[in-house]
């Protein structure tokens, strides 16, 4: 038996497995490679490509296939179809990729595979957790362990062996950017905050690259080649771009070679000319992390070093910036883009400890690491509340960057005198945000308690954080014991709440 950690990234999948003494290593695919692109296609004889056999693929046929899925996780959009007309979401898609993953260890390894670590961008709503959590179901998987990220990818750069210090993981992946700090102590290895954005990262960089070379060729050649009718060119023009972004971390300036219709393109870009096209989102990216320090109750003098991970990191811009702020602090000693692999099978050792449960590579358990890792809500929880002026807003229970597990108990007054049934609005929203803007993660009802013309706090409301930051919610009148319960979920087959 075997328990796999696995990084799902918008670009790629990476997937790590401990060796006979439980160090972390990586599983190579079946074509030798460390990563497999994420990306998923259907053939019309039914089978399911993935990686880069599915990429090459889908550049001809966009219709039957889809790259990029990871920042559609939470929603129920359709991203593709097969050729018998079924339908797939992101969630879908993270189960072919699921299936593939475990077909492939169990190959690799010649053992079974029945638990995973999956990683997750520190802001994921719970919504985008849940759909995670049950994605490997559907293939006979359990999630062990659900860990952020940057708190993988710290784990994985051996954080933890460095001794008691305050280190900030700054991570800019190919579509999200997550920060955390860190404070590794003794055996306890401690997240004390952490933000991101979801929307924002290696991506950003390519489509305004790609633009300045359409822009560029479409002066020197009259035309502007577009996806629809030229999917090969785009796939090169993709794939020269991420090229060019590696030689320009490395070299001053480097040339960009493109053809299309017979039409060649040579574009010379310097490093400060790609430093100024990226300006807005370094800034962006820096401001984040600079505010994530802030709510730590820290300055960048209380930061020992700074790890930059994730492969928009390597650009020089971005360390520069983060060097400034934190006054030469970023270490040089780095594994960018497959640490959070790496950690996601040290956190799997760790979870297992925590469950008092061994720790089996084959058959054999491993000795306890004595670690414990506490990690924190990347998004405030709350429930709607009426205020002076009638209106509903949000009253915070459990706050950003509040450990998990996490327990926490509010007491509210019904909202008229003789109310005999109580609707519980559950949302993700800082305090006193409007019910308009807040993201509603569900509602339940207490109802049949006594009436009473006392309008005294008598209504418990109990949020549980479980150690994957996912939510359990629970209301309670105190004069007569009626109770009520609701576990949020997503899907209206899946829901089985009272």
Sequence with gaps: ???????????????????????????????????????VFFTEEGDRLTGEQARNAYQADQDHGAIGWKNYIGTEETLCIDHQGNEYTARDLLVVHLQAVKEAVEQKTGEPVQEITLCHPADYTDRQRWDILQAPKEVGLEV???????????LGNELHKRGSCTALTYDLGGWTFDVSIIT??????KVVATDGKSDLGGRDIDAKLIEKALDRFENEHGFRPNRDEYPVFFQDLTARIEQLKITLSVREKATLTISCRGELLQM???????????????????????????????TFDDIDIVLPVGGGS?????????????????SSQVEPLYAAAYG?????????????????????????????????????IGVLVLDDNEELVTDEILSKNISVPSEQTELYKPAVPNQTEVLIYVVQASEGTPKDDATILGEFELDEIPPSPD????????????????????????????????????????????
Excluded: C
């Design 184 to 189: 590794p102590k003794g055996n306890l290895f």
């Design 268 to 298: 010379e870009l310097t490093r400060s000319e790609l430093e100024s096209l990226i300006e807005p989102e370094v800034e962006e990216t820096i401001n984040i992390t600079q505010q994530v320090v802030k709510d730590a109750g820290l």
């Design 314 to 330: 390597a650009i020089p811009a971005v360390k520069e910036e983060l060097n400034r702020i934190s006054n030469g602090k970023v």
């Design 1 to 39: 038996m075997i328990i796999s950690g696995i990084d799902a990234g918008f670009s790629s999948i990476k997937v790590g497995v401990p060796d006979s003494v439980g160090k972390p290593q990586l599983l190579h695919n079946k074509w030798g490679n460390p990563k497999t692109d994420s990306a």
């Design 144 to 154: 062990l362990k659900l860990v952020p990220e940057p708190t993988a990818a710290a």
């Design 344 to 380: 996601a099978v040290i956190a799997s050792r760790i979870e297992k400890e925590r469950k008092h449960e061994p720790y089996m590579v084959g058959n054999k358990s491993l000795p306890s690491t004595g670690m414990s890792l506490e990690d924190v809500v990347g998004n405030p």
């Design 455 to 498: 309008r005294k706090g008598r209504i418990e409301i109990t949020f549980e954080f479980d150690v994957n930051g996912m939510l359990r919610a629970t209301a309670r009148d105190k004069e007569s014991g009626k109770s009520a319960e609701l576990e949020i979920q997503y899907r209206e087959e899946e829901n089985d709440a009272a």
